[in-house]
């Protein structure tokens, strides 16, 4: 059984589970602005809990191509709120936060009981990200971003796509074993530093990405690569988003980030099913 220590519960990731999103920002590309105060907050938890999300992944700071950059202190200031709302009135809720900063990392996990920190830039944007997460002993969630998110759209190139970000992966994995970090969960970045085309590619060979024996995490919920491809927009791409979760499952991975809680649950029962996986 593949498991993760989440605040010394294991988590049982041998069969997928869902990271239910849950954006605190105001320019998030499809559901900003919309959980800005706290009964709007409190209803959202209540319903990614209720719809079967094992982990409620928290961002406060949007990564967005060409979003605004804010401070730490601007970041705090709209997270604590929510932790201390889920430490309340949710207190056996796994969470997860969404930040590329060691010292903010350092405090929801101290003072908030945040059971994982969820790293866009694996460790390149703050280099004491790796050693913070070593001391604090949680698991922790690696991206793959070519650049940053101001610039990471502006013509990205790889030579060799799938093979360059698996040495990243490597080269990544290897530190954080130096380090004393149990678990490492690997999100290869959709839309951070690819064209559509590479997006693509990506999910297509994602069983490539097994050879690091990482638990898989993919999030490509409403993402640009579905709706620009249907000359759409984020609101209106929820069948394309559910039938790329089905392929992401198809070639191995272990945890969703979506928007769509209920939806992606009837993806999981059904990909259950399909493959005889026990409840």
């Known amino acids: 059984m593949q498991t993760i220590n989440t605040n010394g519960k294991l988590l049982n990731i041998s069969k997928p589970i869902i990271a239910g999103i849950l954006n605190i920002t105001p320019d998030s590309f499809f559901d900003g602005g919309r959980y800005t105060n706290i009964d709007a907050l409190r209803k959202r938890i209540k319903q990614i809990i209720f719809e079967g999300a094992e982990i409620i992944d928290i961002g406060a700071y949007s990564s967005r191509p060409g979003a605004k950059h804010i401070s730490e202190k601007e970041e705090l200031q709209r997270l604590i709120p929510v932790l201390e709302l889920m430490q309340k009135d949710f207190p056996n809720t796994i969470i997860s936060v969404d930040t590329f900063r060691s010292e903010i990392a350092k405090i929801v996990v101290k003072n908030y009981g945040v059971a994982i920190i969820n790293d866009i830039s694996g460790g390149n944007i703050d280099k004491k990200m790796l050693p913070t997460i070593g001391k604090l002993n949680v698991p922790y969630i690696m991206m793959h971003m070519k650049g940053t998110p101001k610039n990471m759209q502006e013509n990205p190139k790889y030579k060799d796509l799938i093979k360059e970000i698996i040495k990243f992966f490597a080269k990544k994995i290897k530190y954080t074993r130096q380090l004393g970090i149990n678990d490492v969960i690997i999100d290869p970045g959709f839309g951070f530093g690819k064209t559509i085309e590479h997006n693509y590619q990506i999910l297509n060979e994602l069983e490539k990405f097994k050879i690091l024996d990482c638990p898989i995490l993919v999030g490509i919920s409403r993402k ?56």
């Open 224 to 279: 640009s690569m579905i709706y620009k491809v249907l000359n759409s927009n984020p609101k209106n791409v929820l069948p394309a988003s559910l039938a790329l979760n089905m392929v992401a499952l198809e070639n191995g991975a272990n945890i969703l980030r979506v928007h769509d809680i209920k939806e992606t649950m009837q993806v999981i029962n059904v990909f259950k099913k399909l493959k005889n996986i026990d409840e």
